[in-house]
């Protein structure tokens, strides 16, 4: 996309990183953060730079991504703090309540709707008692139809309630934060047992 769009994808992405990353509060106790779908790994760059503390695993179901997000990090000095795992979103592998905080950004508009209870039934199931969910993803609505916007799964993804899908997950304190057109950000919590 950087390449498509060379003058304003890279600041609007980092922008939409790091209001994203804002959504934790600073003080939260945030060590262990799992992004799914992390692509080149934008989303896990701006938690790392606002929790230093913190530790990574950035996944993506294409190794090819997993390159470049492992140059990024490298590039910034945090190469010690993340490892980088071919996942698929759907089945994770990892144990149940690993992380503090999980993650993703852009994947479900890219996913067919049979998926999307299953990847956030997922994440809950791998966030920690007292972690966080956060999460980004573009149009909703009959509004897409309009915007130039050609996804495969298009239809499927602007007819969720995400709201009620979060919350059938398992996600309580639920915040849906409209940002912009076209950008959504959605944060919650795994309740203490
Ligand atoms: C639109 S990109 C978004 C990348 C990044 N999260 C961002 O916000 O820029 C969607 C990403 O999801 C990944 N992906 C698609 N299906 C997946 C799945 N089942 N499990 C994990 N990653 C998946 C793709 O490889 C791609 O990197």
Same mark, same amino acid.
């Given at each position: ?10 600041? &609007?992405?980092?922008? +939409?990183? /790091?209001?994203?990353? =804002?959504?934790? !509060? ?77 993650? &993703?950004?852009?994947? +479900?508009? /890219?996913?067919?709707? =049979?998926?999307? !209870? ?76």
């Amino acid at each position: 996309m950087d390449a498509i769009i060379p003058l304003s994808h890279n600041v &609007s992405c980092q922008q +939409l990183r /790091e209001k994203m990353a =804002e959504l934790i !509060p600073e003080d939260a106790q945030i060590q262990t953060v799992l992004e799914l779908g992390a692509g080149t790994a934008g989303g896990a760059l701006a938690l790392a730079r606002r929790f230093p503390q913190s530790t990574f695993r950035v996944t993506d179901v294409s190794p090819y991504m997993l390159v470049i997000s492992q140059h990024k990090f490298n590039k910034v000095g945090f190469s010690e703090r993340a490892s980088f795992e071919q996942v698929d979103a759907r089945h994770t592998g990892y144990p149940d309540n690993s992380f503090d905080l999980v993650t &993703s950004s852009l994947l +479900l508009h /890219e996913t067919p709707k =049979e998926w999307t !209870p299953k990847i956030l039934k997922e994440m809950y199931r791998i966030t920690k008692p007292g972690g966080w969910v956060l999460y980004a993803d573009t149009y909703r609505g009959e509004y897409a139809l309009s915007a130039s916007f050609q996804e495969p799964w298009l239809d499927d993804f602007i007819h969720f309630n995400f709201e009620y899908e979060f919350a059938k997950a398992g996600f309580t304190e639920l915040h849906y934060i409209p940002y912009a057109v076209g950008l959504w950000y959605m944060v919650g919590r795994k309740l203490e047992r």
